[in-house]
C-alpha cells in the first residue's frame, strides 16, 4: 500500500526545510500555548422549544456569512427564540445576503418575492435582511412594498433583539453601523451545520486590502482581529462537542494580528495554537491573500500533522497589468514565487484558486496569461467567475467595464474547460493510492456509502463498513469522477 502523506519532509532527508521546521518549534513563545484556564463549555446547537418565538434564517454567499449566521442564530437563541428550519413556523424570517456580484443580490430579491407570499398569508411574521446588501442597499430595501421590517448590517448584530422588539411595536429596525472593534469575540456560534463533524471559526472581520473590483471592504468595513484566547476557546469548545475539523476564516487570514498586553500574535501562532487543541483536529483556512502568506505560515503547516495540506490562494487574473489593476499588490511572477515556496516547503499541498475573467480592458493576450498561469500552477480547484461592476468600488469609479458579454462568456468557458481537466488529473494522480479521511457524512447517493474528505480537501465517496461519521479511516482510491475520488477501507 502506497501512503501519501504531504509531510513526507519528515522522513525522507534532513533539509533546510527540516532545519527551519526544528527552528521554528524551537522558539515559538511557550506562553503562547497557554490555555484559558477553565472553559465553560456552552450549549452550541441549536434547542427546540414549541411554546418559544422561531426564526428561520437563510443564508448566501461565503462561509464568512454562514459563521455570521451562526452568530445571529446564538444571540437570539439567547434572547428566548428557536431556530426553526420551517420558514412556515416561523415568527421571524432573516435572509443573509451576500453583494459580491451583482447574481448574488439578484438570487436575494427572487427570495424576498417568495417571502411576500409567507407574510401574504401570516401578515405578524418579521422579514429581515442582514449581511452585506443591508449595508449597501439600505434605503432600497425599506422601500420594498413594505415587505422588509428590519435591516440589520453585520456589525451590528447584538443589536438585533432590540431591533426585533422595535419591529414587533410598528417601527422600522434598522442598524447598518460599521465598527472597528466589533469581533463577536465572546458569542459561542449555534451551530447551524448538519454533521457535526467540521465546523467554522471566524478569527477575523473585515478587510483593508481594497481590490478594485470588491465591494467587501465597504460592506464589512475595516479588519480587526479576534482575541486568540477566545478563538482557542470555540475550538476546545467545539472539540469537546464532537467536532473534528475547523476552519479559521478571514477575508485575508494571513494578516491576522491581535495587539495583546504582553505580547503580539500573527496568524503562524494563532494556527499553532489551534492545531495544539488535539492531534485529532484537523484545521484548515480560508482565505489567504498571495502578498501575505509568509513562510512561517508554511512552516506551521509542515510541523503539524492536523493542519491540513490545502491552501486556497486566490489569484484573479494571471497577467501582471491586470492584477496592477485590480489593484491586488502582487505580480504574476511573485504569484509563481509564493507556489514554488509552497511546493518547497510543504513537497505535497493542494491549492485552489479564485479566477475573475473579463475585468476591465482585459484583452485577448491577459486571458492567454490566465490560462497559462493555471496550467503552470496545475490548480487542483478554481472558482471561476466573469467580472460583474461593483458600484461605488474603485473600478466602477476609475475603470469601465468595457469588455463584451459574449467575450466574458467565452473566456469564463474556456477558463472553466481547462480547470476541469486540471481538476480530473489531480483526482487521477490519487488513484491507486491511500489516504487519511475523516468521515464527515451519509453519501447523497447511496445510504450505503458515506463521504469524507483528505487532508487535501477532495471528498472521498466509499461503502460505509463499520466506521463512523467522525472517525478518521485510511481509503484506497481504486476510481474517480471529475469531482469525486472513490475507495475502499483500508488499514493503516
Ligand atoms: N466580480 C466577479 N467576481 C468577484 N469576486 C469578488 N468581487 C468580484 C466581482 N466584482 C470574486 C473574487 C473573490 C471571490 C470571493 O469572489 O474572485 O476572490
Ligand atoms: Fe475583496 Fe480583495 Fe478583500 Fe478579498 S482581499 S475581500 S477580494 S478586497
Known amino acids: 500500500m502506497m501512503l501519501s502523506n504531504g509531510r513526507a519532509i519528515y522522513h525522507n532527508c534532513f533539509t533546510f526545510c527540516e532545519f527551519a521546521i526544528t527552528f521554528a518549534k524551537n522558539n515559538r513563545m511557550s506562553s503562547l500555548f497557554n490555555k484559558p484556564k477553565s472553559i465553560e463549555f456552552k450549549n452550541i446547537k441549536p434547542v427546540y422549544r414549541e411554546n418559544l418565538p422561531k426564526l428561520y434564517i437563510e443564508t448566501y454567499g461565503c462561509q464568512m456569512n454562514v459563521s455570521d449566521s451562526e452568530v445571529v442564530a446564538s444571540i437570539m437563541q439567547s434572547n428566548g427564540y428557536v431556530i426553526t428550519e420551517r420558514i412556515e413556523e416561523a415568527d421571524i424570517v432573516l435572509i443573509n445576503t451576500c453583494s459580491i456580484r451583482d447574481n448574488a443580490e439578484q438570487r436575494v430579491w427572487g427570495r424576498l418575492d417568495i417571502f411576500r407570499l409567507e407574510k401574504k398569508k401570516r401578515p405578524s411574521i418579521l422579514v429581515g435582511v442582514i449581511g452585506c446588501m443591508a449595508e449597501r442597499l439600505r434605503e432600497e430595501l425599506m422601500d420594498h412594498d413594505k415587505l422588509v421590517d ?49 465546523a467554522f471559526i471566524s478569527i477575523m472581520r473585515g478587510c483593508n486590502n481594497m481590490c478594485s473590483y470588491c465591494v467587501v471592504p465597504y460592506t464589512r468595513g475595516a479588519e480587526r482581529s479576534r482575541d486568540p484566547k477566545t478563538i482557542l476557546r470555540e475550538a476546545e469548545e467545539l472539540f469537546a462537542n464532537g467536532y473534528r475539523e475547523v476552519t479559521l476564516l478571514g477575508q485575508n487570514v494571513n494578516s491576522y494580528r491581535w495587539k495583546g498586553q504582553d505580547e ?17 483536529l484537523r484545521v484548515r483556512f480560508s482565505t489567504s491573500h498571495p502578498k501575505d502568506i509568509s513562510d512561517e505560515v508554511l512552516y506551521t503547516i509542515a510541523m503539524y500533522e492536523n493542519i491540513c495540506n490545502n491552501i486556497h490562494l486566490p489569484v484573479q487574473s494571471g497577467s501582471s497589468r491586470i492584477l496592477k489593476l485590480m489593484n491586488r499588490n502582487y505580480t504574476r511572477d511573485f504569484y509563481m514565487e509564493r507556489i514554488r515556496a509552497i511546493r518547497h516547503i510543504l513537497s505535497d499541498c493542494s491549492i485552489s484558486t ?64 481547462l480547470q476541469h481537466k486540471l481538476s480530473e488529473l489531480s483526482k487521477k494522480k490519487d488513484v491507486g493510492k491511500s489516504f487519511e479521511v475523516l468521515v464527515e457524512g451519509e453519501s447523497k447517493r447511496s445510504a450505503e456509502y458515506y463521504y469524507g474528505r483528505t487532508s487535501y480537501n477532495k471528498v472521498v465517496v466509499f461503502p460505509k463498513e463499520s466506521c463512523r461519521i467522525g472517525d478518521y479511516i485510511y481509503v484506497e482510491i481504486s476510481d474517480c469522477t471529475p469531482a469525486t475520488l472513490i475507495g475502499k477501507i483500508v488499514e493503516e
Open 264 to 280: 503580539d500574535t500573527n496568524f503562524a501562532e494563532l494556527l499553532e495554537m489551534v492545531a495544539q487543541v488535539s492531534p485529532s
Open 150 to 198: 428590519l435591516v440589520v448590517g453585520p456589525d451590528a448584530y447584538r443589536e438585533l433583539p432590540q431591533l426585533v422588539r422595535a419591529a414587533e411595536s410598528g417601527q422600522k429596525g434598522i442598524n447598518v453601523l460599521l465598527s472597528r472593534e466589533e469581533t463577536y469575540a465572546e458569542i459561542s456560534p449555534i451551530r447551524l451545520d448538519k454533521n457535526g463533524v467540521s
Open 354 to 417: 479564485d479566477i475573475i475573467t473579463g475585468f476591465c480592458t482585459e484583452t485577448e493576450e491577459d486571458h492567454q496569461d490566465t490560462l497559462s498561469l493555471m496550467e503552470w500552477v496545475n490548480f487542483d480547484f478554481a472558482y471561476m467567475f466573469k467580472y460583474s461592476e461593483r458600484p461605488n468600488t474603485k473600478a466602477s469609479r476609475h475603470l469601465t467595464d468595457d469588455v463584451p458579454e459574449e467575450i466574458k462568456t467565452k473566456r469564463l468557458n474556456e477558463i472553466i474547460l
